[in-house]
């Protein structure tokens, strides 16, 4: 239990010490909800610099080629989340960002070096290019629930709802008739027709946590990681 002293302070660095705790163990998000729940638990004088300081990380783009050398891009700095989504023709980036008042998503233009917001409201997250990279889809909090939502990477119209059941999506099959998702402890298809999705699972297994995965450059085998 922490105890909270007369000016916030006691509460800070023991929510700081525990996130900071998490977050070498690996656990990212579990300190990111620990700093969140710290915002109701010191005054409000504290709670800004909580916030800024800690709950939203600014960071680099990078990439890793196959022998391990790490190359930073040339993006801007921003609170970018894990998980961004690669174009078919590696050359634009679908990343989300986090700031205080907004999680969007982003797309960045490797080529002219550019970094634009897609229009849309609720949080998004986890997005995957269409293979023809017309659209992106993404987990999008809709209206209070979590949905499957996709987009034009044009930015010429907001968000639309692909699959109202939920999940992350994780990867197109080569022709875009299919995207595998994650969906709770399984992995999921979603057959796509008319800009709807008609979900299924692909195997359920109580005991076993499948996810994240990926379709062969074939489309005939599916890697994905499994405890």
């Not at 293979?131 to 639309?160: I, K, M």
């Amino acid at each position: 239990e922490i105890i909270e002293s007369p000016d916030g302070q006691r509460n800070l660095a023991a929510y700081d010490v525990l996130a900071e705790a998490l977050e070498a163990q690996g656990d990212s998000k579990g300190a990111q909800w620990v700093l969140r729940d710290a915002v109701t638990a010191v005054p409000s004088a504290k709670r800004q610099r909580l916030l800024a300081d800690c709950a939203y990380r600014n960071g680099e783009l990078a990439s890793v080629d196959r022998q391990g050398r790490v190359s930073r891009l040339d993006a801007p700095v921003r609170s970018y989340l894990p998980g961004l989504g690669v174009s078919r023709d590696d050359r634009r980036l679908a990343v989300a960002i986090q700031t205080l008042s907004d999680q969007a998503l982003w797309l960045y233009d490797r080529d002219r070096g550019l970094l634009s917001r897609l229009p849309g409201d609720g949080e998004s997250n986890a997005p995957r290019w269409t293979p023809d990279g017309r659209h992106v889809a993404f987990s999008w909090l809709n209206r209070g629930r979590y949905v499957v939502g996709w987009q034009r990477t044009d930015g010429t119209a907001g968000p639309e709802v692909l699959s109202s059941s939920g999940g992350s999506p994780s990867s197109w099959s080569p022709d875009g008739r299919e995207l595998a998702i994650s969906k709770g402890d399984d992995i999921w298809m979603a057959s796509i027709d008319g800009g709807r999705a008609s979900l299924s699972p692909l195997a359920e297994t109580p005991d076993v946590q499948e996810r994240w995965p990926e379709f062969s450059p074939d489309g005939r085998w599916l890697a994905y990681t499994a405890n």
